[in-house]
Structure formats: structure tokens, C-alpha cells
């Protein structure tokens, strides 16, 4: 797997940095989680190309995780070099049947196009993994939203863990048990408690619990200009950190 943080910003509108969206490249398909406000573009600015997505994994539905969906799917459907039949997969949390009515209720005739498109509405509780040609996809509730869901990724024996947003949670821990490396958010500054997001002292919380080897810092505002890396680490976190721009590419 080859994982690019697409957009590593939040709800704040930065010119460097689009809101969230992560592409994951698998041995024979592209994955993408979360299409937040700019990923499309972003995608081209990392070199990957939007038309290449053959699966979209939401963690929630919340805007700058969700919006840039109707102009992939609207380019897809308009200006594809050709036209596409293969198929892509749309996959959110429950009840992402009703999101996603209501989205296609809006944009339906712009943007779902003539291919093969199912949808998948996950349980909260992931009983079975999802089965990609090259990697088994688990799931697990985050503390967010009531939705609200991250990914881990198993693959060749490495394991990938996205959390979305998130605050401290037991079963973000569980997710991300042994993880070769966590993508987590950290949307609070430090000393300051944003509901449903992540503090450096939750972050550094949730990657020693779970053991994980690496974690990379997403979904942070950069205005606020401090060293999150050390801010982890003086949170008492012993293994790697990286703290991701829009681009950042690196493998599990
Ligand atoms: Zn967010
Ligand atoms: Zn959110």
C-alpha cells in the first residue's frame, strides 16, 4: 500500500491545505477516504488521478469530509477520457442509505453516472471485514458523531489505521491495536478541549495505548503554528511521528 494524505486540513478554509481526504494505492486499485472541500484537485496536485478511484470510504458525513464527492462524480460521468464501465464502490457509515438518497436527491442526474455504483451502508459494529482484491478493511466506532467510523487497512502483513475525527475512545484504541501506522487527527490545540476532536495529549493517548509503531498527524489547523510532533512526544508517545502536509505520501 502507498497511502497520500490528500488534504490534511479541517473546516478552516487554508490556501495550503484542503480538508481531509487520504488515497490509499493497493496493488490493483485506488481507495479513497473522505472527499473533503479541495481533494479533487489536491489528488491532481499529488499526482494521483481522480478518474483512477475504483472505491470511496466516508467516516462521516460531515462537509469537509464529504462535499468534493459531486464534482469527482461529475467529472467521472462528463469528462472522462472515456467512458467509464468499471465499477466504483461508495461505502459509509450507517445511515449512509439516507445520506446518500438525499445527496443524490440534490446532484442525482450530475453525478451518478451510467457504470456500476453500489453503495454500501456499514454497521457501526464491523462484524466482516470488507475483502478488496488486496486488502481487508475493518471498521470501528470513533467519538465524533453518532455515524462516525475510522478505517484500518491489512495488507502483506502491514496494517493502516485512518481515524477521521475522533476524540479519546476505547474502541479507537482497539482499532488501531499493533498498528504499523495511524493516520489520526489531532483538530485541538493543545491545553484546549474541542469536543469530539483530539488534543496532542489525546493523540499521544490513543498511539501509545494501542501500540502503535507510527503515527502521522492530520486534520490540525496550521494557523496555530506549534510543533505537534513535540507536543506528542512530550505527551509521552516513544515511536515515530510525522505530522502530514498536503502531499505527504508514505508507505504502512
Ligand atoms: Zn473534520
Ligand atoms: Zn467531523
Same mark, same amino acid.
Given at each position: 500500500m502507498e497511502i497520500t494524505v490528500v488534504g490534511s486540513g479541517t473546516v478552516l478554509p487554508e490556501l495550503e491545505?484542503?480538508? &481531509?481526504?487520504?488515497?490509499?494505492e493497493t496493488a490493483s486499485e485506488t481507495l479513497v477516504f473522505d472527499l473533503g472541500s479541495g481533494a479533487v484537485r489536491g489528488m491532481l496536485r499529488a !499526482? $494521483?488521478?481522480p478518474f483512477s478511484v475504483d472505491r470511496i470510504f466516508f467516516t462521516h458525513f460531515h462537509p469537509d469530509h464529504t462535499v468534493d464527492v459531486v464534482p469527482l462524480l461529475f467529472a467521472i460521468k462528463y469528462a472522462a477520457r472515456e467512458p467509464r464501465d468499471r465499477k466504483l464502490v461508495i461505502? !459509509?457509515?450507517e445511515p449512509f442509505h439516507r445520506f446518500w438518497a438525499a445527496l443524490t436527491n440534490v446532484w442525482g442526474e450530475w453525478m451518478v453516472g451510467d457504470y456500476p455504483m453500489p453503495t454500501v451502508q456499514l454497521p457501526l459494529a464491523c462484524r466482516v471485514p470488507v475483502e478488496t482484491p488486496d486488502c481487508q478493511i475493518f471498521w470501528a466506532k470513533t467519538e465524533?458523531?453518532? =455515524? &462516525?467510523i475510522g478505517y484500518r487497512l491489512e495488507a502483506a502483513g502491514k496494517t493502516f489505521v485512518y481515524t477521521g475525527d475522533?476524540?479519546?475512545g476505547e474502541s479507537v484504541v482497539a482499532l488501531a491495536r499493533n498498528a504499523d501506522t #495511524?493516520? $489520526? =487527527?489531532c483538530g485541538a490545540p493543545a491545553g484546549g478541549e474541542v469536543? !469530539?476532536? #483530539?488534543?496532542? =495529549? !489525546?493523540?499521544a493517548r490513543i498511539a501509545s495505548e494501542s501500540g502503535a509503531r507510527r503515527v502521522v498527524i492530520t486534520h490540525f489547523p496550521a494557523f496555530l503554528q506549534t510543533d505537534l510532533a513535540a507536543e506528542v512526544r512530550a505527551a509521552g508517545y516513544e515511536g515515530e511521528i510525522l505530522t502530514a502536509e498536503d502531499g505527504t505520501k508514505f508507505s504502512p
Open positions: 491545505r484542503r480538508q &481531509s481526504c487520504v488515497v490509499v !499526482g $494521483i488521478d461505502s !459509509g457509515p465524533h458523531r453518532p =455515524e &462516525s475522533t476524540a479519546y #495511524l493516520l $489520526i =487527527e469536543p !469530539g476532536h #483530539l488534543t496532542p =495529549e !489525546g493523540v
